[in-house]
């Protein structure tokens, strides 16, 4: 990579290197972003805060975490080499595996020599005066760039908002900060805030090596058992042959899954259209949510009969009529949130070392040295605390960076008032600014990430190489473009049964956050189309010079 040593920014700062790009970020998106630019000859580097690369599956390693899209589709597409050269052990393989899987695309595509790790971007101002990004690190990096391309993920910045965490004389983790060196759990007093995702993989991996769990509930989730077979050389050897139908099918399905919507509502038989709920939830996977019926997100009727078959299943196994009550909605629709799949989870409460406190009317108030105390003044002692706690998903991360575009305004400051991007690619008033995994495209809530992360890091990489095929140095979105998008995107998004809920698919967990539905809700092929549609009209909609 060039060094800049000599050079001054326009501030007066002491510039270590000079770049065509920077990509924040190596994980999914980071990865194939570094490829893709250097690919086309630009002098790009990556840098990541984390010792190795990742991004999602270098952080959460917290008990149980795992895919819960089939590993054959949560892959790279655009090398048949690299596809097969690596197989997988189980169709939803667990976190050490997907790491490795992630060190092996970086080592198989030489790319380490160009990513600077344990390093955390501060800030990142652009320039209008040389029209480029002068980004600072905390290892004193200041990096002049020409383009800067972040890549840092939906769900990447950890969000807890309880006080008193740090008296606490036991031991506190998030799982999306989850140490590397393994955890004693045995025989300890463990409470673990949330039962999201991530909280009901965590619940069932250690409710039988704990000495007793309180499981801290605010909201209850319907769920998905989780089939996850072993995977034998001739089901890797099956995949494989199937790569081909992969790169044609996935970027073009509603979720960039290989199952899409097959069966309209109106046109079956209440008996047709129960065999196609039961065949999707006995599949095992996320298809009950995702490729049953469409109706499911925008006609109540169809998603409250298909919420109460999920209410029925999940009574079955809890039998319990309290249990039932703590841990199967009843006030808002399957679907609507993130749905979760899971094994054994709802058994791990039949354990008697294992206990719900119900913090939905009487809240957490604040973690205490001993443990944690609900507002009615009870203190659970505790030996250790994991935060389940979710994320500031889509703007944390860039937020928690001091991002100034022209006339020095803030990303920060804007996404405050108002959650604004032109397709989730680039933001009015930041020029020379490419997003990945941020708000109003397709994202972790309705889209496989890796078709998703593919076409916005390609969306990108061509954008690019238009504007240096015709000496273009600068690219903007207009006002008018990003308002049209954020109508659009609005008119879609505020049709479905998902705008009606409460959940950090609108932001509703952080407080203070704009309201908006952060993912884009008219489908990953759609929204290819149209992205395709404004690369092919030579980029309307963005100024260039």
Known sequence: METASKTN?????????????????????GLYQLYRLREQGLNVRAVDAASSVGGTWYWNRYPGA?????????????????????????????QPEIERWLNYVADRLDLRKDIQFSTTVKSAHFNEATQRWLVTTDKGDVIDTQF????????????????????????????????????????????????????????????????????????????????????????AQAYKSKFGHFT???????????????????????????????DCWNDGSLKLWISSFAELFFEEAVNAEISEFVREKMRERLKDPKLCDLLIPADYGFGTHRVPLEQNFL???HRPNVEIVSVKNNPIERVTPMGIQTADGTVHELDII?????????????????IRGRGGRSLKEDWTRD????????????????????????????????????????????CIRYMRAKDLKVIEPTKDAEDGWVAHHDEIANATLIAKTNSWYLGSNVEGKPRRVLSYCGGVGAYRQKCDEVAASGYQGFAMN
């Open 9 to 29: 920014g326009s501030n007066g700062a002491h510039v270590t290197a000079r770049l065509d790009a920077l990509v924040v970020g190596a994980g999914v998106a």
């Open 66 to 94: 795992r895919f819960d899209s089939e590993a054959y589709i949560y892959q790279y597409l655009f090398s048949e080499e690299l596809y097969k050269g690596w197989s997988w052990s189980e169709k939803f393989p667990g």
């Open 148 to 235: 800067l391309v972040t890549c840092c993920g939906m769900l990447s910045a950890p969000y807890v908002s309880f006080p008193g965490q740090e008296t606490f004389k036991g031991r506190l983790f998030h799982t999306a900060r989850w140490p590397k060196q393994p955890i004693d759990l045995a025989g300890k007093r463990v409470g673990i805030i949330g039962n999201g995702a991530t909280g009901i993989q965590v619940i069932q991996t250690i409710a039988g090596e704990v000495g007793h769990l309180k499981v801290f509930i605010r909201t209850p989730q319907y769920i998905i058992p989780m089939k996850n077979p072993k995977f034998s050389a001739a089901d």
């Open 248 to 278: 044609q099918r996935l970027p073009h399905t509603f979720t960039g899954f290989e199952y899409d919507f097959e069966h309209a509502w109106a046109g079956l038989s209440p008996e047709k259209r129960r065999e196609v709920i039961e």
């Open 347 to 349: 058994e791990a409460f």
């Open 386 to 402: 994991i935060l389940a706690t979710g994320f500031d998903a889509g703007t944390g991360a860039l937020t928690r960076i001091d």
């Open 419 to 462: 959650i604004r991007t032109t397709m989730g690619l680039q933001v009015h008033g930041y020029p020379n600014l490419f997003t990945t995994a941020v708000p109003l495209a397709p994202s972790a809530a309705l889209c496989n990430m890796t078709t998703c992360l593919q076409q916005q890091v390609e969306w990108i990489d061509n």
